[in-house]
């Protein structure tokens, strides 16, 4: 799971308000290397919540992004080159994922979070 | 698919087919799916969306407007023979909601 998938995500649980952003237990993360798009990363920097994404980047270990953001500094390459690798080159294999209300754990797998819920959930 | 789409989800997305598609025209992708065993083909597949193991019937978990579009191939069918839901009841389904709610608005 990389952190853009992380950034969308929330908790499913009856009766949780704010299930954002999902806390991240990181046993085991990936690097991988994927082609940048300036494009993709000036459309998805609109949408992320950045304060959600700087801390879920330093739980994956990656502590090069800013505290804080603004569009102007898409101009910059050291800055896009970040984002970028924060975004969609970190991935997280092992570990969980935490509710922030509820404290109930989404463990992650071979990279892939399972979200079911218990029946008492739904 | 329209060009300026470029984040979509793909709920029910098996080993991960139609997600190939998506990302051989340049767009990124979610895939969800109830079944560990087509999500671990995609795995081996080195598939380059990001999986989820979920029941569609559960609700997706992605925060409104994010998406930019949404595949969902074979899931009203696979919501009947296949998920977990308990007591599934047609009427109470609001999958065509939530996925208006994850995806933004033109």
Redesign the interface.
């Known amino acids: 799971?990389?952190l853009?998938?992380h950034n969308?995500?929330?908790?499913?649980i009856k009766g949780v308000v704010n299930?954002?952003p999902l806390r991240i237990e990181a046993e085991k993360v990936m690097e991988k290397t994927?082609e940048m798009?300036s494009?993709?990363l000036e459309?998805?920097f609109e949408?992320v919540d950045w304060k959600a994404f700087v801390d879920a980047s330093r739980a994956m270990g990656y502590t090069e992004l800013p505290e804080e953001a603004n569009s102007s500094m898409l101009d910059s390459d050291e800055f896009l080159n970040r984002f970028h690798h924060a975004l969609?080159e970190l991935d997280l294999e092992e570990g969980a994922l935490v509710c922030p209300e509820t404290g109930r754990r989404f463990p992650v797998s071979?990279?892939?979070?399972?979200?079911?819920?218990h029946?008492d959930e739904? | 698919m329209p060009q300026n789409f470029l984040y979509c989800s793909n709920s029910g997305c098996g080993s991960g087919l139609s997600g190939e598609t998506i990302s051989e025209n340049g767009h990124h992708w979610i895939g969800l799916d109830i079944l560990a065993s087509m999500l671990n083909v995609a795995v081996e597949r080195e598939i380059e969306g990001d999986l989820l193991l979920g029941d569609m019937g559960q609700g997706l978990g992605i925060c409104p407007e994010v998406m930019d579009g949404a595949i969902n191939i074979s899931v009203v069918q696979a919501l009947q023979t296949v998920g977990n839901s308990l007591n599934f009841n047609p009427s109470k389904l609001t999958l065509s909601n939530r996925l208006k709610i994850s995806i933004r608005s033109p």
């Open positions: 799971m990389r853009i998938t969308m995500l929330s908790s499913n299930g954002f994927m798009n494009e993709f459309k998805m949408k969609l071979k990279g892939i979070p399972n979200m079911l819920l029946e739904v």
